[in-house]
């Protein structure tokens, strides 16, 4: 049975492997719906690049969130699925209990090292006010809170480790300052 919670894909360039996985999420789905919408003027004017991949690859990360809350509010969608261009679905759950009263389910790795900062939304349900806080918390802590994330920075700064500051950090920090939040395990799903 395919969900009716649509599935949301930013993909802002084309990439051999998408077509593979709208492809095989479509067999779950009823409505899949590719984000295109590309820069954000209020992010831009306050995001600080702190990481060693390309900072194009790390701004595209962020805008995704962006560009499925202007969706979703212009479309009055409250609640949908994200997923990352190169993972599917394997099996249709009940997305909406699964989701219940929070206001996001994500992917976090149950073993995390020091300085690590991860929660995923590479397969992560959403609703629409859930996304706004998140939006919200991503302006206001590059604004005002970015000391939260020096500690991370600092450490591949120091140890010259690869990786730094990503959406991930702050899906971590986001999860960390509210309590109506699940970290969800999901054991259907695979990187294509």
Known sequence: MKSDLPLFYYQPNNVDYLEKSLSLNGKLFKNIIRLKDSTFSTFDSVYRHMSYNAEYFERFCFYRYFSALKYATENKIDKFLMCDTDAIFLKSLDFEKILGNDKCVACKPQDQNKNDDIVCIHNSIWTK?????????????YNNNIEILMPKWEWHVSTQTGGGICDMTLMYHWYNSDKNLTIYKMVYLIEV
Do not use: K, P, S, V
């Not at 859930?130 to 991503?138: A, R």
């Open 129 to 141: 006010d859930g996304l706004e806080d998140f939006c919200n918390f991503l302006i206001e802590t």
